[in-house]
C-alpha cells in the first residue's frame, strides 16, 4: 500500500482520476453484493457496509 501511494504521488492527476474510478467500482459491486443480502435492519434502521477494510453505516 505503501509503495502504491508513494507511485500515485509521483503522477498524482492520473492516479486520482483512475483511484476515484475504482473507488466508485468498489462502492458499487459492494453495493449491489449487500443488496441482496441485506438483513431487515438494526434496531435503529441502518444497515452496515464494508468498504476497503472500513466499515461504514447507511440510514
Given amino acids: 500500500m ?6 500515485a504521488q ?3 492527476k492520473t ?3 483512475f ?3 475504482l473507488l466508485n467500482l468498489c462502492i ?6 449487500k443488496l441482496s443480502f ?5 434496531s435503529n434502521g441502518s444497515s ?5 477494510g472500513h466499515s461504514f453505516a447507511i440510514g
Avoid: A
Avoid at 505503501?2 to 507511485?7: E, P
Avoid at 458499487?28 to 453484493?33: A, E, G, N, Q, R
Avoid at 441485506?38 to 438494526?42: F, I, K, S, V, Y
Avoid at 452496515?48 to 476497503?52: D, Q, V
Fill in 2 to 7: 505503501l509503495v502504491w501511494w508513494t507511485q
Fill in 10 to 12: 509521483l503522477n498524482f
Fill in 15 to 17: 492516479s486520482s482520476i
Fill in 19 to 21: 483511484s476515484l474510478h
Fill in 28 to 33: 458499487s459491486f459492494d453495493f449491489i453484493s
Fill in 38 to 42: 441485506l438483513p431487515n435492519g438494526e
Fill in 48 to 52: 452496515e457496509y464494508s468498504l476497503l
